[in-house]
């Protein structure tokens, strides 16, 4: 044999490197550092039985989980990702993984909302003002998401509009661990909401967004507040109170146009002039702002083509809310009917 083909025989190449010689793996995603503070921690142990010194091994079982019973899953198994779904359900595993797989399973049954789900998309929503967030927290901590839809005209876009602000703004708010420990409060002003404006909130349409709400979205709703309400607005919970569960139909309060009775809750000093406050103007701008500056991270999240998973998120994983619409039409009729009396 030729001097060259020794010299083949004995030089390295990719195929003959030993495994001591081959190439480092690719280096991990940073480790979860937590952001809260000492308080919050105290706050995370004492109402979502978080333990620090358990966290990542939490965090873990619950994606050892997903790969054992879900293999199939388009999802994030990042730390941070997954303590989303941990805290939401007191780190209940099971609970945890049923919130992960119904959060999926609601943007693959409702693709008016969630397809090309962005900032740029929603340009005359947010420039409406039909929503912002506060520039202040109530005193528990919870981000105040204020929601005005007298501000929508109907003729310029649908309702499923509004919603894909909604759910746009809470996918911007639970990035944030604080509001992961601390949940939001909802104030909602229904001055001039007339009856054609309610009649576009169906019942289909109420299912589907308290079913996302309340079982396929990993927040904490800690109180509802309803200010300068109409009398239409019996109808309007008429469709919404029978898709909610106890605690969260608790958790409304109706002040009508008593801003003392508000004030009760949402102090003045977090509160627009508007609503009685004195912290300044509503502001609708520095939101829009936030929520448009992070047009890249919902283009990669919402606006990348769907996985063929949908077979492992079937019926029986959809929260009720989202799977049984055959009664919707016979709703809609009697729920019309109520709005009409009570205008």
Not at 26 to 53: G, H, I, M, N
Not at 93 to 107: E, I, K, T
Not at 110 to 128: I, T
Not at 267 to 281: Q, S, V
Request: charged letters at 25%; glycine letters at 4%; aromatic letters at 8%.
């Amino acid at each position: 044999m030729s001097e060259e083909s020794d010299s083949l025989r004995t030089s390295p190449s990719a195929a003959s490197l030993s495994e001591n010689e081959l190439p480092p793996p690719p280096p991990k995603p940073p480790s979860y550092v937590c952001s809260l503070t000492e308080d919050l921690v105290t706050k995370a142990r004492e109402e979502l039985q978080e333990k620090p010194e358990w966290r990542l091994r939490d965090v873990q079982a619950l994606r050892d989980m997903v790969r054992k019973e879900c293999p199939n899953l388009a999802t994030s198994l990042e730390d941070a990702f997954l303590l989303r779904f941990l805290r939401a359900r007191k780190f209940d595993y099971d609970r945890a993984l049923q919130l992960l797989v119904n959060y999926h399973s609601c943007r693959r049954s409702w693709p008016e909302v969630f397809n090309n789900l962005r900032p740029s998309a929603l340009k005359d929503v947010l420039s409406s003002g039909f929503l912002t967030v506060l520039p202040h927290t109530d005193p528990r901590g919870c981000h105040v998401l204020c929601i005005r839809p007298d501000r929508w005209i109907p003729s310029s876009y649908p309702i499923t509009e509004n919603i894909r602000a909604i759910y746009l703004t809470l996918e911007k708010l639970i990035q944030s661990e604080e509001t992961q420990v601390n949940g939001i409060v909802i104030l909602a002003d229904y001055k001039g909401v007339s009856l054609s404006k309610a009649s576009h909130f169906s019942p289909f349409i109420a299912k589907k967004v308290i079913g996302i709400l309340q079982d396929g979205f990993p927040i904490r709703i800690k109180a509802v507040h309803i200010v300068n309400e109409p009398r239409i607005f019996k109808g309007i919970f008429a469709i919404i109170k029978p898709f909610l569960k106890e605690k969260i139909a608790n958790r409304f309060f109706l002040h009508g146009s008593d801003l003392n009775s508000l004030h009760t809750n949402l102090p003045r000093n977090i509160l627009p002039k508007e609503y009685g406050g004195i912290a300044g103007e509503l502001d609708t701008a520095t939101w829009n702002a936030v929520l448009l500056a992070s047009e890249d991270d919902f283009v990669k999240e919402f606006c990348q083509p769907a996985q063929a998973c949908d077979h492992i998120l079937g019926q029986s994983l959809l929260p009720e809310a989202l799977t049984s619409d055959a009664q919707c039409d016979d709703s809609l009729r009697a729920v019309k009917s109520q709005l009409y009396s009570c205008y």
